[in-house]
C-alpha cells in the first residue's frame, strides 16, 4: 500500500507563515491526485487543496490567496505553503493521495491517508 508521513505541523502566531510537507511511499502503485483536508476543532474534516499529477490545483474558498499546494513528482511529496494565517486555520491537516494498483484482490484506484499534522495557530 502506499504509505503517507506528514510533517511540519506547528504552534504558530497569526499572520505567520507554516510549510506542510506529505511524502509517499511504497512500491508498485503509481500516485495520482493528491490533496490537504483540515479538520478543526469539533468540526467535520474539509478539503483544503488538491493538485493532480499534472499540476492542475483546487482550493477552498477560506484559503484561496493564502495558500498553495505544490507536489515534486521525482520524490512523490506534496507540500502546502500557508500564509498569513487565521486562528481559524487551527486544525488537524492530512494528507491524502489516490493511486492506481491492487488493493486484496482489487485492481484500481484507491485512496490513501496520512496520519495528520496539527497545525496551531494563537498568540
Excluded at 508521513?5 to 499572520?15: A, F, H
Aim: net charge neutral; glycine share 16%; with cysteine.
Amino acid at each position: 500500500q502506499v504509505q503517507l508521513v506528514e510533517s511540519g505541523g506547528d504552534l504558530v502566531q497569526p499572520g505567520g507563515s507554516l510549510r506542510l510537507s506529505c511524502a509517499a511511499s511504497g512500491g508498485g502503485f503509481s500516485v495520482d491526485a493528491m490533496g490537504w483536508y483540515r479538520q478543526p476543532p469539533g468540526k467535520q474534516r474539509e478539503l483544503v487543496a488538491t493538485i493532480t499529477s499534472g499540476g492542475s490545483t483546487n482550493y477552498a474558498d477560506s484559503v484561496k490567496g493564502r495558500f498553495t499546494i505544490s507536489r515534486d513528482n521525482a520524490k512523490n511529496t506534496v507540500y502546502l505553503q500557508m500564509s498569513s494565517l487565521k486562528p481559524e486555520d487551527t486544525a488537524l491537516y492530512y494528507c491524502h493521495a489516490d493511486f492506481y494498483g491492487q488493493v486484496g484482490g482489487t485492481i484500481g484506484l484507491f485512496g490513501s491517508w496520512g496520519q495528520g499534522t496539527q497545525v496551531t495557530v494563537s498568540s
